[in-house]
């Protein structure tokens, strides 16, 4: 079934640790995107890849880096976990940079202790 | 700054009808979204808006007014599994979407 895959599902982290979330469309799609979802707040915007090759950073990039080696692989690392990034992260893509729905992971739930 | 407003939880019955709001101040405006999300599960599209009116989709239509920076999720002949958060987002200027924090919908026998 085409879609988006995110691994892990949910990960308990010690603060300080490195943590990469991995995320894999097979849509062809060329923007992807990373978000973190916390009570009460929208979702927001962490990096974001309007094509193979490129990144941006969205809202709230600080303590996030991502690469974009090829279409269908976008990883989030944290280089150094703090307990404010314990969140609800969400990959998503969709067609175009400006164009199309966005198609979401079903996240990836971490706790940083 | 950029802002998107939308009640924090609403409760309806089931059979009824619900109107869910959505008012925003954006930097631009290139269309709006509507997401549905149940809980510990990722949003999925319900709704898109570029021009003013109403679109309908089967049980669900939504309504946009630019001048207004208005819209709204009509939900008819709701059902248990209508039981869920309805998220609204805007499109802006840099084509970025702009996320409301999300209204959860309680639907009660």
């Known amino acids: 079934i085409a879609g988006i895959t995110q691994a892990p599902t949910s990960q308990i982290l010690a603060a300080g640790r490195r943590m990469t979330l991995r995320c894999t469309q097979d849509m062809r799609h060329n923007a992807m995107y990373w978000y973190r979802q916390d009570l009460g707040l929208g979702l927001r915007l962490i990096h974001y890849?309007?094509?193979?090759?490129?990144?941006g950073k969205g809202e709230v990039p600080d303590g996030y880096s991502v690469s974009r080696a090829n279409t269908d692989d976008f990883p989030l690392t944290l280089a150094s976990a703090v307990p404010s990034q314990t969140s609800v992260y969400f990959c998503a893509s969709r067609q175009g940079a400006h164009t199309g729905e966005l198609f979401f992971g079903e996240g990836s739930r971490l706790t940083v202790l | 700054g950029q802002n998107i407003d939308q009640p924090t939880e609403m409760t309806a019955t089931e059979g009824a009808i619900v109107q869910i709001n959505c008012t925003y101040q954006?930097?631009?405006?290139?269309?709006l979204f509507w997401y549905q999300q149940h809980a510990g599960e990722a949003p999925t599209f319900l709704s898109y808006?570029?021009l003013d009116g109403l679109e309908e989709k089967g049980r669900f239509s939504s309504f946009l007014s630019r001048s207004k920076g208005y819209s709204y999720l009509l939900l008819k002949e709701l059902q248990m599994k209508d039981s869920a958060s309805y998220l609204c987002?805007?499109?802006?200027?840099?084509?970025?979407?702009?996320w409301g924090a999300g209204t959860k919908l309680i639907i009660k026998p």
């Open positions: 808006n570029v």
């Open positions: 890849s309007n094509t193979a090759g490129t990144t």
């Open positions: 954006t930097s631009g405006f290139n269309g």
């Open positions: 987002a805007v499109k802006d200027s840099n084509y970025q979407l702009i």
